[in-house]
């Protein structure tokens, strides 16, 4: 076997394992595994809805209403709001804004970034059970609910995940955008992992803890929803996922608005593994396959590609005889003329290579940011 079939072999399997084999075998072994026992205990725990921002009154007020509106008893449900560079002004008219006594607004800590306004507002919380959203989401009216019976009902959860529905997943929706379909894939993928030990993450806008498994956030953190769960599953606690617990996103999933959110989330992948080096040793983390598998692997993903076209690519010039090599090429360019010129096909074809492009240099700044150390990527 030659060096550049080993080369195209190791990518290509590589490749097949991090974003099919991975995700069907452990979709497969969630599938045969036995549900754990349920606590039956029907005692509602009082709950604080955390929200750290930097946004508008209007925003943040319409997001409190919203937490406000679930269908959790209203004597067990309060809001903390952490205001990230607010000024006296800016407190004094959200909190008019909100006008509620089930609601605080506090000043973020120094240091600045989401982490801090979570800090802020957790120290001001008193429900037993947190949940963290972010502002551009909203819940089911169930949401809430759900999470707490999820966290009641299993002792060894100390966190559970719910799933971020975006527009194109709503009933009567043209069409899903690449990022949809993706979460449409990662939905289930978390779901399984959850099953068979923890969900590897979370998703910022949508998930709860108990208030005595809260973890101060280090200043700058960019994950609270990875960091946080990351660092509980080494501690030996488990993390849930909840597929009935919906939070939905209206905002635009465009390819160069995905960019700029997909290159502050792998940044916070590598900062992760700076900052919390012991998710990358198997003996210390429980989940440290899937860990692999579902976080580091896909960071090599543009890496890979480029090892597969150049080794196919190469081995296709090795096994193609010198005659015909030239009608090969002019059949290929014959297909991409095709499918460029039709009008049926060449809206798909650029969406698809728009959508793919930016994606992969969303992971390439990503790398250079995190070998960089710069952690800074907030905008």
């Known amino acids: 076997m030659t060096g550049t079939l080993w080369v195209s072999v190791f990518a290509f399997s590589i490749l097949g394992w991090t974003w099919v084999g991975y995700p069907l075998l452990v979709c497969l072994l969630a599938r045969a595994r036995r549900t754990p026992d349920r606590n039956t205990d029907r005692t509602l725990p009082t709950v604080t809805a955390i929200l750290g921002t930097r946004d508008d009154v209007a925003a943040v007020a319409a997001r409190v209403a919203d937490f406000l509106a679930a269908d959790y008893p209203a004597t067990l449900l309060d809001v903390v709001v ?14 008019a804004a909100c006008n509620s006594a089930r ?4 000043a973020a800590d120094e240091g600045g970034g989401k982490a801090a306004g979570l800090n ?19 819940f089911a009216t169930d949401a809430i609910s759900v999470m707490v019976r999820r966290l009641s009902s299993d002792s060894r959860l100390a966190a559970v995940g719910g799933a971020l529905w975006l527009p194109g997943d709503r009933p009567g ?3 899903r955008s690449p990022v949809e379909w993706y979460w449409v894939m990662e939905r289930q ?11 590897v993450g979370l998703s910022g806008s949508i998930y709860a803890l108990w208030r005595d498994a809260w973890v101060p956030m280090p200043a700058q953190l960019i994950l609270d929803d990875v960091w946080l769960p990351m660092r509980l599953v080494l501690e030996g606690r488990r993390i849930g996922y909840d597929l009935d617990a919906i939070a939905w996103d209206a905002r635009s999933t465009t390819a160069s608005v995905e960019k700029v959110r997909k290159v502050r989330t792998l940044t916070g992948n590598f900062q992760l593994m700076a900052w919390l080096p012991a998710v990358l040793v198997p003996y210390r983390n429980p989940i440290w396959v899937q860990f692999i598998s579902h976080k580091v692997l896909r960071l090599f993903t543009p890496w890979l590609l480029l090892a597969a076209a150049v080794g196919g690519a190469s081995l296709t010039v090795q096994a193609v005889p010198a005659a015909l090599l030239p009608r090969l090429l002019f059949g ?5 003329t095709a499918v460029l010129v039709l009008p049926s096909t060449r809206t ?6 728009r959508w793919g492009w930016s994606l992969q240099l969303a992971i390439l700044e990503a790398t250079l940011n995190g070998m960089r150390g710069r952690w800074n990527v907030w905008r």
Not at 189 to 199: C, G, I, T
Not at 332 to 336: R, T
Not at 348 to 353: L, Q, W, Y
């Open 82 to 95: 952490g205001v990230d560079g607010a000024t006296p002004e800016c407190l004094q008219a959200m909190r």
């Open 103 to 106: 609601v605080q607004v506090v």
């Open 120 to 138: 802020a507002a957790v120290r001001n919380a008193g429900g037993q059970v947190l949940v963290f959203s972010d502002v551009q989401q909203r």
């Open 173 to 175: 929706a043209a069409r």
């Open 189 to 199: 993928l978390r779901a399984a992992e959850a099953r068979l030990h923890s969900s």
């Open 332 to 336: 290929v360019a014959c297909v991409v």
């Open 348 to 353: 798909h074809a650029v969406r698809g290579a």
